[in-house]
């Protein structure tokens, strides 16, 4: 792993593909959008540069196998590109996965998200932080896990509807202080 730790941003550098001017402004980016119910939604890109000369947002990402490239289209599906693209503004994406496997390589994915793709999401960002702040949480299917015994509950993983559990299960468990740090982020 350390070799390919030290391969792979080798093999970005020789690539020579991406360009990020002030890295300290462009780099781990935090985005801030305001919601009209007055919350904020809190993002942070990667980066934000050039890939072969086109302005876009970048985003990376460590694989042990390649990412599909067919069908043409599917990485403008990814949820966390729609997201960074939505709060940013930005329709120009690139998905730059480091591919750790006997030969490192790295790949670089480009693809566009539309303007009716940013509104979808963001009435989906609204409408969920109204369904949170009014208490209401929808049901949803999934995966139940052995540990919840409430089978006829549509909610995963926490039952609203059991105080003793709620309390055993929202507690500050030891070693959490430990990402206090992540609290004194600077803009």
Known sequence: ??????????????????????????????????????SDFVAYIDGIGRLDGNRCLLEWKTTTSRYPEEPKGLLALDPQLVCYSWISGISEVALVAFVRKRFCEVQ???????????EEF???????????????FLP?????????????????????????????KLIRRPGASDFDWLNDLVD
């Open 108 to 118: 670089y994915l480009k693809t566009t998200i539309t303007d009716q793709q940013r």
């Open 122 to 136: 963001g009435r989906m960002v609204e409408a969920t932080a109204s369904h949170i702040e009014s208490g209401e």
């Open 140 to 168: 949803h299917s999934g995966i139940r896990f052995p540990q919840n015994g409430c089978i006829s509950c549509p909610h995963l993983g926490l039952c609203l509807g059991n105080q003793q559990l709620i309390e055993s």
């Open 1 to 38: 792993m350390f070799r390919q730790g030290v391969q792979l941003p080798e093999r970005l550098a020789q690539d020579d593909r991406i360009e990020i001017s002030r890295p300290s402004r462009n780099m781990q980016t935090k985005l801030v959008r305001s919601l009209p119910n007055g």
